[in-house]
């Protein structure tokens, strides 16, 4: 099956800092997208980003589906970007295969 | 704005007892998921449904059933439950294959 590695498996920022977290994978895939889990378990869609690029205020993502990778931005760093980010994407079928996530931790 | 609703955030149950996990969906979904997040094993698929009494096993259904009788609602059953699925169940659908997720239940089976 697809093989998906996010890096890095952790982050520490101080507040105000900046970030690129990335999401390799390892053959065609579709539908991909980034979550945000917060400290309470609550996931939130952030992104459905299958090609190109988007922005919504501090967050931004890329994917370049022809070199397999998608890239999540985070700008201006805040405490309540605290949390696991995970990319998701489906392969020809309607099951979603989640990346391990990105542990992020925002200091004050 | 999606709003996926599920019913307990927190539940406490006895081994050998019977547990429902309800979910309901606002905006007309087709499709509707449950999955379950344990620390180390990320979110495993349990079910997945298409439309209204059309289900299919994900990866990981031993020891569960589910039920979908109305769009809006699908709802998780544990026949019988045991310790090992004391987990954070979380339930999606999806539009337009955007994901989107309810806050979550965290089920401990005693």
């Known amino acids: 099956g697809i093989q998906v590695e996010q890096s890095p498996p952790d982050l520490i920022l101080q507040e105000g800092a900046n970030s690129t977290l990335r999401c390799n994978f390892s053959?065609?895939?579709?539908?991909l997208q980034w979550f945000h889990q917060n400290p309470w378990g609550q996931l939130i869609n952030l992104f459905y980003?299958?090609?190109g690029t988007k922005q919504n205020g501090r967050l931004s993502a890329t994917t370049v589906a022809t070199e397999r990778y998608s890239l999540l931005y985070i700008s201006s760093s805040q405490t309540t970007d605290s949390g696991v980010y995970f990319c998701?994407?489906?392969?020809?079928?309607?099951?979603?295969?989640f990346g391990t996530g990105t542990r992020l931790k925002v200091l004050a | 704005d999606v709003k996926v609703t599920q019913s307990s955030r927190y539940l406490v149950k006895r081994t050998g007892e019977k547990v429902f996990l309800e979910c309901v969906q606002d905006?007309?979904?087709?499709?509707m998921f449950w999955y379950r997040q344990d620390p180390g094993l990320g979110l495993r698929l349990i079910y997945f449904?298409?439309?209204?009494?059309?289900?299919e096993k994900g990866d990981i259904p031993e020891g569960y059933s589910v039920s979908r009788e109305k769009k809006e609602r699908f709802s998780l059953i544990l026949e019988s439950a045991s310790t090992n699925q004391t987990s954070m169940y979380l339930c999606?659908?999806?539009?337009?294959?955007?994901?989107?997720f309810g806050s979550g239940t965290q089920l401990s089976v005693l």
């Open positions: 449904s298409y439309d209204v009494k059309m289900k």
């Open positions: 998701a994407f489906t392969s020809g079928t309607y099951k979603y295969i």
């Open positions: 999606a659908s999806s539009f337009f294959e955007k994901l989107f």
């Open positions: 905006m007309d979904h087709e499709n």
């Open positions: 980003i299958p090609s």
């Open positions: 053959d065609s895939v579709n539908n």
